[in-house]
T-cell receptor, first 111, second 111 residues
Framework: AAGVIQSPRHLIKEKRETATLKCYPI?????VYWYQQGPGQDPQFLIS???????DKGSIPDRFSAQQFSDYHSELNMSSLELGDSALYFC??????????FGPGTRLTVL | EDQVTQSPEALRLQEGESSSLNCSYT??????LFWYRQDPGKGPEFLFT???AGEEKEKERLKATLTKKESFLHITAPKPEDSATYLC????????????FGTGTSLTVIP
């Protein structure tokens, strides 16, 4: 069965640079979620989109923005990167806001 | 304030030694409780969804149960390949689609 696809899998950036993470949800899923997971921590909810509209907002910094496109893929844009932004970023998708299925994650390292 | 607490934080079992992981929650209007397995550096892998007290679900050596205040993940005769971090997440009626994760239980099964 098709799973959530994330790209890139690894990303290395310098401080103050910009990064864009992409997420391709499971086909026919209508909701996309973004999470940040620091070392040894649980996933922290950032933002979600339902049918291409922002539906919930969590602890997403103002430096970050996200959107969902007409083909349902989503992008997380991160600007003015800080060392503390280094983490695993997960995208998840669901149908009708039910069970969330997670992608493999993007490991972002900020130097 | 909504809260999800998992215990123990870490658990070491001998192969074949059955045990249970606990997830306690305090949310208003539970919509669903979700169990995930996460291997290091990978995305959470969906295991079970429970919606109402008294519900039980099984998959191979795992069985999840739900009461009004907590959920248990029972592991019967574990094998080394069951070693992972097990995450519990809840979705509440008054907080939209957000998942609130516990900090997880790190399970190590020793051959």
């Amino acid at each position: 069965a098709a799973g959530v696809i994330q790209s890139p899998r690894h990303l290395i950036k310098e401080k103050r640079e910009t990064a864009t993470l992409k997420c391709y949800p499971i086909p026919r899923h209508d909701t996309v979620y973004w999470y940040q997971q620091g070392p040894g921590q649980d996933p922290q909810f950032l933002i979600s989109f339902y049918e291409k509209m922002q539906s919930d907002k969590g602890s997403i910094p103002d430096r970050f923005s996200a959107q969902q496109f007409s083909d349902y893929h989503s992008e997380l844009n991160m600007s003015s990167l800080e060392l503390g932004d280094s983490a695993l970023y997960f995208c998840a998708s669901s149908l009708n806001t039910d069970t969330q299925y997670f992608g493999p994650g993007t490991r972002l390292t900020v130097l | 304030e909504d809260q999800v607490t998992q215990s123990p934080e870490a658990l070491r079992l001998q192969e074949g030694e059955s045990s249970s992981l606990n997830c306690s929650y305090t949310v208003s209007g539970l919509r669903g409780l979700f169990w995930y397995r996460q291997d290091p550096g990978k995305g959470p892998e969906f295991l079970f969804t429970l919606y109402s007290a008294g519900e039980e679900k099984e998959k191979e050596r795992l069985k999840a149960t739900l009461t009004k205040k907590e959920s248990f993940l029972h592991i019967t005769a574990p094998k080394p390949e069951d070693s992972a971090t097990y995450l519990c997440a809840v979705q509440a009626a008054n907080t939209g689609n957000q998942f609130y994760f516990g900090t997880g239980t790190s399970l190590t099964v020793i051959p």
